[in-house]
């Protein structure tokens, strides 16, 4: 079993809907949660980080994360064509020197 | 600003041929550094990471090698080749332990 676990997707939304990307894992030990945005041929850019459990909102990005279901999600609303690109998930946790992603999700937003 | 460069962005090399990529950091002092590799469709996988010049560690034993000549530079390289080292390479750096890591754009390398 992997440590996270990422839908691939595609998943196609409509221009102007809200965006519901999400992540579980298994190793109890992760505390902080990060997600990144891929455009083709880019490198990953980070989009948000947050620590423990809660939420965290930055324009119409938000970043939610539930430790007891070991369940984190990130929210897109309004969602535009520019969003479209492969969202990853990735974790850590305090005395692990790397992070470990998700294998990502692929959105589509059709104009 | 913390910038990351990274090149060259793209490579096409043959079966044995050497390889070097490099990778540096400006804006920040003694980062912690990262080579990844990221195949189609997979997550990424960490090859090496380091903490500082000359310190080297390797995630998973391979074809590959890393070294860290300087504070803010990182690079991967291979004797000879295999097809199987084809994929994205990225090179990332954080400022600390537990600390979001920023990419590079990446390299393509082709090994044909």
């Known amino acids: 079993q992997k440590e996270v676990e990422q839908d691939p997707g595609p998943l196609s939304v409509p221009e102007g809907a809200i965006v519901s990307l999400n992540c579980t894992y298994s190793n109890s030990a992760f505390q902080y949660f990060m997600w990144y945005r891929q455009y083709s041929r880019k490198g990953p850019e980070l989009l948000m980080y947050?620590?423990?459990?809660g939420n965290k909102e930055d324009g119409r990005f938000t970043a939610q994360v539930d430790k007891s279901s070991k369940y984190i999600s990130l929210f897109i609303r309004d969602s535009q064509p520019s969003d479209s690109a492969t969202y990853l998930c990735?974790?850590?946790?305090?005395?692990?020197?790397?992070?470990?992603f998700g294998s990502g999700t692929r959105l589509q937003v059709q104009p | 600003s913390q910038t990351i460069h990274q090149w060259p962005a793209t490579l096409v090399q043959p079966v044995g041929s050497p390889l070097s990529l490099e990778c540096t950091v400006e804006?920040?002092?003694?980062?912690?550094l990262y080579w990844y590799r990221q195949a189609a469709g997979r997550g990424l996988q960490l090859l090496f990471y380091?903490?500082?010049?000359?310190?080297i560690s390797s995630e998973v034993p391979q074809n590959l090698s890393a070294s860290r000549p300087q504070d803010r530079q990182f690079i991967l390289s291979s004797k000879k080749l295999l097809l199987s080292d084809s994929g994205f390479y990225l090179c990332?750096?954080?400022?600390?332990?537990?600390?979001?890591?920023?990419f590079g754009n990446g390299t393509r390398l082709t090994v044909t």
């Open positions: 380091s903490v500082g010049i000359g310190q």
């Open positions: 947050t620590y423990s459990s």
């Open positions: 804006g920040t002092s003694n980062p912690n």
């Open positions: 990735a974790m850590s946790h305090a005395g692990r020197r790397a992070l470990t």
């Open positions: 990332a750096w954080s400022d600390q332990e537990d600390s979001p890591l920023h």
